[in-house]
């Protein structure tokens, strides 16, 4: 388990609001620029494991460095060794796997998800996702990998991966794992991955026939992180029954979790805007939703309702249903 | 415990067109590179959390926030600043229309959104408004509220 040595999870998260929201301008210890470090930059994932066997807790990898730098500049993060991950070519792709599914590079960029027809055809939710996804210069940069090892809940993959019931797959010097997307999530900024290894691939199952996947965010200005955001991905049988769904709530916990309650109400039933509506309701239970600056966390449970509603009548629709 | 720090890198990186070596420590970031060591002040830092984008360059032909970056990570690259966008004496047709525009009051953002605008109608050149507003969403103004500089943009694509 790792959360790769940052202070406390909600100090950054509150000093990241703070500085944000507010311009406050850094307060007396908090830096503008990273600690020290040492720098070390391999070319293929063998030498990579080799330094993170080597260097374990005190290492913090680096891809796009979009979640990673700007802790280090505030010195909320301040890893003694960086292992930096972006000069190794074969982390990044986009390739149909062998069952009909998505197998993606841990270093591909957002901006190949939002603009790869491969990921649009197989799997557009995620797709969805990455168009929203920060800024240009952003998704020019930021990885898929990266942004799933930071484990920010209120990181825009999260809720989708584990709604499309995705895998990852982990490295070590010691050998590989396929880690369940239920499984990684541990709690804020914590994941199940120990620190020699390294995610190196994101494994999403195949696209089901009638299937339809809708991703909806609630944010204030573009580029903002979500302030609910729900993944819905819904696969339709005869006369609009619902053979399978999944929905994925982020920013509502520590982690990203499944809307049990909502999946239940569908299932086997047929789909219609009243059951949709029924469902939703039901979305808020077991979620632990945080007030911050953003928003309250009674703002946050009523929101949940909403996006829901939004997100599953998006994927009926697009599973082929008729409303 | 015994522990020795690489203090310095060599790097050699080529900005504009020209190539520069420097010997830096990693945790330089490139943003202070170009500003402090090779003396491109063109490029402006803005903000602590790679929010505001007025630090925005291309890197190997594709626009990034140089204060997110470290010197190092940008060994072997070709960089294009603000200072590299016009033609000599010649400006840019960007750099035109947002004169012609009047997409500048202070200018602090305007490198940084000259370069998104190069990097969105590289992509796609010929933009419509909401495109030309997700396209610029990386780079905040202060001053002019971005409707001129959404019309120097659509203005730019045209020429």
New interface residues.
Partial sequence: MTNGGLASPVKCVATMIRVETFGLPAKKGEFMRPARFEYFTPHTVDEALNLLEKYGEEAKVLAGGLSLVPLMKLRLAAPQYIVDITNIPTLSYVVENGDGGLCIGALTTHYTLETSSLVKFKCPVLSEAASGLGDTQVRNRGTIGGNLCHADPACEYLSVVLALNAELKAVSSKGERTIKVADFFLDLFTTSLEPTELVSEVKVPPMLPNTGEAYQKLFQRSGDFAIVAVAVVMTLGEGNVCKAVSVGLGCVAPTPVRAEETEKALLGKTVSDKLIDEASEVATRGIKPTTDIHASAEYRTEMTKVITRRALKAAFVRAGGEK | ME?T???E?TIALTVNGVTYKATV???M?LV?LIRDELGLTGTHIG?????C?AC?ILLNG????S????A??A?GADIVTIEGIADGDKLHPIQEAFKENHALQCGYCTPGMVI?AY??LKRNPDPTEEEI???????LCRCTGYVNIVKAIKDAAKK
């Fill in positions: 522990r720090i690489t203090q890198r420590e990693p945790r970031l202070d903000c602590v959390t790679g929010k984008g925005t594709v626009s990034i926030k204060c997110l970056v470290f190092v990570q060994d998104s990097q969105l507003k997700k396209g610029i969403s990386g780079n």
